[in-house]
């Protein structure tokens, strides 16, 4: 049997019908991918007529799979993986030998996150170059990544929409007190809402979910001194002028006369690698983007 040109099925229709399938709208998948709303229902009604098969239930209600289109969503999105992935190997074979990365991230994550990474990419690629950047809030972070100054972010999630992120790790917010031999073994809400604390200001964006996690149970900190510079605090939790609530490396290190606990109710936030989803990324970044997620990816 010969094989008819007009049979064959194209990459780009797999992969608009990977951003239909995910939009489950037409115009919202014709958003996403950068082209007409036209070309998404004609490369989804000419890849129909290749299979012979109806992939999409069309109505008010939007698009959505048919059993057939949901299995072979299954086998599309493989190819579509596998053929980034052609890609992208392709790339970091190209361009390895010099060059700079910019990292854009927070000092917590700059100190305790990232020296392991940055040795392995350093080790494999001597002739790449690292500039590290360090800012004081995560939106920051994104800001850079928006304006051009930073590669690679490492920042709380969600993250802005018009950037792609991997989740690589959860930060525990943690109650530090002075050491005391009359504190329990547990930490009640009761106990916690009683304590002196130090706490950085309200409006800080890193600890705004822990004001939110606890005042949406009904309890209230008794904050006596607000100070924005974590290691400050901790010092002076060290000393016994009152406790705080803190992400874990923030913390970090934790002097031994004081005391950890969970809250309560445990609170985490998580942390993620993120790049721009539209930027054109030249080999280095994927290099090192590729490093990162293989040492704290988990």
């Given at each position: 049997m010969k094989d008819n040109p007009q049979n064959r099925i194209k990459l780009s229709q797999l992969k608009i019908l990977v951003?239909?399938?995910?939009q489950q709208n037409f115009s919202e998948a014709a958003l996403t991918l950068g082209i007409?709303?036209?070309?998404?229902?004609?490369?989804?009604a000419s890849l129909e007529d290749t299979l012979g098969v109806s992939l999409f239930l069309r109505g008010r209600f939007g698009a959505r799979l048919t059993p057939t289109g949901d299995k072979i969503l299954t086998h599309a999105s493989e190819i579509v993986d596998r053929s980034e992935a052609i890609l992208k190997e392709a790339a970091l074979s190209k361009g390895l030998t010099s060059g700079q990365v910019r990292v854009a991230t927070f000092r917590s994550l700059a100190t305790h996150v990232l020296p392991a990474p940055l040795v392995a990419f350093q080790r494999q690629f001597p002739g790449?170059?690292?500039?590290?950047n360090e800012y004081d809030d995560y939106?920051?972070?994104e800001q850079a990544l928006r304006e051009g100054q930073a590669d690679i972010g490492l920042t709380?999630?969600?993250?802005g929409t018009d950037i792609t992120t991997w989740d690589i790790l959860q930060d525990e917010y943690v109650v530090l007190l002075p050491d005391s031999d009359a504190l329990p073994q547990a930490l009640t809400w009761e106990l916690l809402a009683a304590q002196p604390l130090i706490m950085p200001p309200v409006d800080d964006l890193m600890m705004r979910p822990v004001y939110e996690h606890i005042n949406r149970l009904g309890y209230w900190l008794n904050?006596?001194?607000e100070i924005k510079t974590d290691a400050t605090t901790v010092k002076l939790v060290a000393q016994g002028l009152g406790g705080t609530i803190l992400?874990?490396?923030?913390?970090?290190?934790?002097?031994?006369t004081v005391r950890v606990y969970a809250l309560p109710i445990p609170l985490v936030r998580h942390i993620g690698v993120a790049i721009l989803t539209e930027g054109l990324q030249p080999p280095p970044v994927y290099a090192l983007l590729e490093t990162l997620l293989e040492n704290?990816?988990?």
């Open positions: 951003a239909v399938a995910q007409s709303q036209s070309a998404v229902s004609h490369a989804i790449l170059k690292v500039r590290l939106l920051k972070v709380c999630l969600p993250a904050v006596v001194n992400p874990r490396l923030a913390a970090e290190p934790i002097p031994d704290l990816g988990g």
